[in-house]
């Protein structure tokens, strides 16, 4: 099992920056793959970034150039910077986390085991 707690959201104007960190615990066996994904009211669930443990980041299109995906061992925590905010940014961001050592390549929802609660985003123009 892993849990999963989501923090750092908030409301920031466009162009600004965010860090929202995700708490895990839990078996270190059962998170090989980590991952954001954020939904927006009225919209399905979509990935964000995705990262393996041995090392590894992917990125949707999105996020590519202005989101980056880290992880801090030591503290247990997986990191989503944020910069350059745009209004369509505004959404529910979740922490996800999957045994499968390839999971973070998929970006898939569905293939994910974990979620945390989420965080709010708000981005104003």
């Known amino acids: 099992q892993v849990q999963l707690v989501e923090s750092g959201g908030g409301s920031v104007q466009a162009g600004g920056s965010l860090r929202l960190s995700c708490a895990i615990s839990g078996s270190t066996y059962e998170r090989d793959s980590m991952g954001w994904f954020r939904q927006a009211p009225g919209k399905e669930r979509e990935a964000v970034a995705g990262?393996?443990?041995?090392?590894?980041?992917k990125y949707a299109d999105s996020a590519l150039g202005r989101f980056t995906i880290s992880q801090d061992y030591a503290k247990n925590t997986l990191y989503l910077q944020m910069n350059s905010l745009k209004p369509e940014d505004s959404a529910m961001y979740y922490c996800?986390?999957?045994?499968?050592?390839?999971?973070?390549?998929?970006?898939?929802?569905?293939?994910?085991?974990?979620w945390g609660q989420g965080t709010q985003v708000t981005v104003s123009s």
């Open positions: 996800a986390a999957d045994p499968g050592r390839w999971s973070w390549l998929t970006l898939v929802e569905k293939v994910f085991r974990y």
């Open positions: 990262i393996a443990a041995r090392g590894g980041a």
